[in-house]
């Protein structure tokens, strides 16, 4: 049983920054990926960035320069830095773990606004 539980969401002005943390517990035996996903009200859960078990990095076009994945091994954690925020990167944030099954988070909120 794996779990993880996403941390570091919140009320930020536009132009801010968060750090969204995703800590995985559980007996893990194979990790593809580590992934954060994004749903706003009304909206599909849509991708936002991917690092692989090598450490190849993906992002979605509307967060590449902004966002920035990265993972502490030894903390068995990913994070999302998000800087220079914007309305509509409202969303929850959802965590990913791309395994020989896949394991969602429950989500962490994110809200952009003045």
């Known amino acids: 049983q794996v779990q993880l539980v996403e941390s570091g969401g919140g009320l930020v002005q536009p132009g801010g920054s968060l750090r969204l943390s995703c800590a995985a517990s559980?007996?893990?035996?194979?990790?593809?990926?580590m992934a954060w996903y994004r749903q706003a009200p009304g909206n599909q859960r849509e991708f936002v960035a991917t690092?692989?078990?090598?450490?190849?990095?993906n992002y979605a076009d509307s967060v590449k320069g902004r966002f920035t994945i990265s993972r502490d091994n030894a903390k068995n954690t990913v994070y999302l830095q998000m800087n220079s925020l914007k309305p509509e990167d409202t969303a929850v944030y959802y965590c990913?773990?791309?395994?020989?099954?896949?394991?969602w988070g429950q989500g962490t909120q994110v809200t952009v606004s003045s």
């Open positions: 990913k773990l791309d395994g020989r099954k896949n394991y």
């Open positions: 559980g007996i893990i035996s194979s990790i593809y990926a």
């Open positions: 690092m692989t078990n090598g450490g190849r990095t």
